[in-house]
């Protein structure tokens, strides 16, 4: 898989938040996008996911513009900004239903992505007694249990403790070994060093290649 992003602006009526941008991703890579809030990246993350079409510009998969045809990115599960389920299901049934949907995976990939975010001993609790750190486990955790072959995540660490943030990134750095695509995005310099292979820097709509030593964990 590769994504094209290329000559790619983003407007909102006389606002410009993304002023030509041009990346690519490919697989087996962790990708590291960092930038104060208000810098265009969620709003990048979400053109990558085909929530909004760019102004000028292209997003290609492996070669095809599926934004413009009016689809999603093939093989693609991501977490962006404040991750929101159903109050009333527990995090276990909540996973449930979004399974449900591709009806790809079973019991044991759901069960699995609970334990890889440390969820289990909560997963019989009603999502709206979850605190800020378990909401956004379940979040990672619903973006990793169909194992897809593209994987976004903002600000994945925030709110998680520390024991389950170390067991995460060393999820994330086997994944990528899988031949998948992590993008990362935070505003905290550091989460996004401790495992990118590639770091890019957002600022005021543009971006721009960092050159960085990877941290060894």
């Known amino acids: 898989m590769k994504i094209d992003v290329k000559n790619v602006s983003k407007k909102f009526g006389d606002v410009t938040i993304l002023r030509n941008i041009n990346i690519s991703f490919t697989n087996g890579k962790i990708y590291g996008l960092i930038g104060r809030n208000g810098s265009g990246k969620s709003v990048f993350l979400k053109m990558l996911c085909g929530f909004y079409e760019p102004t000028t510009g292209e997003i290609l998969f492996d070669g095809v513009n599926v934004i413009k045809q009016k689809g999603f990115p093939p093989s693609m599960r991501a977490l962006i900004e404040k991750p929101n389920f159903i109050p009333d299901l527990t995090g276990y049934e909540n996973l449930k239903l979004l399974a449900s949907i591709q009806n790809t995976i079973g019991d044991k990939e759901i069960l699995q992505a609970l334990m890889d975010v440390n969820l289990m001993d ?39 403790e520390e024991k389950t ?10 994944y990528s070994r899988e031949d998948k695509i992590v993008i990362l995005a935070s505003h905290i310099k550091e989460d996004i060093e401790a495992l990118a292979d590639e770091v890019y820097l957002f600022d005021d709509g543009s971006i721009k290649k960092q050159v960085h030593k990877k941290r060894k964990h």
């Open 165 to 174: 943030a170390r067991d995460l990134r060393k999820k994330l750095k086997e």
């Open 122 to 160: 909560d997963k019989d609790k009603k999502y709206s007694k979850y605190s800020l750190g378990m909401k956004q486990k379940l979040g990672i955790a619903q973006a990793l249990m169909e194992r897809p072959e593209i994987v976004i995540l903002d600000e994945p660490f925030n709110g998680v």
